[in-house]
């Protein structure tokens, strides 16, 4: 098993900025994936970014360029640093790892972006 706990996330302004940090503990090696969802209101949850095995970042297309994806192993925690918020970028992000073919959830952080 693995436990994820979020930390970040609230209220910005648009072109503001957020930080998003989620801890892992438990079962956590042979992580396959670790990263970041998001789902709006009346939508599907949808991928934002994620490490790969080998350290390799990726993002959806709709936040390239705005939010970073980062990692540190020695605390087995994964980062999200948000640059540039869109009203659209409002949501609960999920935290999730994936590892040996199953994936793991954290609670879940509300961010919105809004004047």
């Known amino acids: 098993q693995v436990q994820l706990v979020e930390s970040g996330g609230g209220l910005v302004q648009p072109g503001g900025s957020l930080g998003l940090s989620c801890a892992a503990s438990g079962s956590i090696f042979s992580i396959n994936a670790m990263g970041w969802y998001r789902q709006a209101p009346g939508k599907q949850r949808e991928l934002v970014a994620r490490?790969?095995?080998?350290?390799?970042?990726n993002y959806a297309d709709s936040v390239k360029g705005r939010f970073t994806i980062s990692r540190d192993n020695a605390k087995n925690t994964v980062y999200l640093q948000m640059n540039s918020l869109k009203p659209e970028d409002t949501a609960v992000y999920y935290c999730y790892v994936f590892r040996e073919r199953k994936y793991y959830w954290g609670q879940g952080t509300q961010v919105t972006v809004s004047s």
């Open positions: 490490i790969i095995s080998g350290g390799i970042p």
